[in-house]
């Protein structure tokens, strides 16, 4: 079963912007509004790294990579999660992915963010 539908990712220059989007599926608002929801990526070969996390509260926290650049934000109405992307690097070129920070779900396709001049 396909859970996210993840959106937003391109090339782009360094210090270039993107917004990721994340429509997280099959889930009623009871169980997504409470929820912790968080953003991962994995860059050719290395591990999937957890990169930002919101809470049902919309507390956020960040990898100390992405800190001051990134941000994480949700809709509850939409059900969908997003990734403001800044001052982007070329060490941010990764697949992005989310999913539940607490309980996660099979992993969708992600979106590919490839950042090079």
């Known amino acids: 079963q396909v859970h996210f539908r993840e959106s937003g990712g391109g090339l782009v220059q360094p210090g270039g912007s993107l917004r990721l989007s994340c429509a997280v599926l099959?889930?009623?608002?009871?169980?997504?509004?409470?929820?912790?929801w968080a953003w991962y990526r994995q860059a050719p070969g290395q591990q999937r790294e957890l990169v930002a996390s919101?809470?049902?509260?919309?507390?956020?926290d960040y990898s100390d990579s992405v800190k001051g650049r990134f941000s994480i934000s949700r809709d509850n109405a939409r059900k969908s999660i997003y990734l403001q992307m800044n001052s982007l690097k070329p060490e941010d070129t990764a697949v992005y992915y989310c999913n539940s920070l607490t309980d996660p779900l099979d992993w969708g396709q992600g979106t590919q963010v490839t950042v090079s001049s």
């Open positions: 919101i809470t049902g509260g919309r507390s956020t």
């Open positions: 099959r889930k009623i608002t009871s169980v997504f509004n409470p929820a912790t």
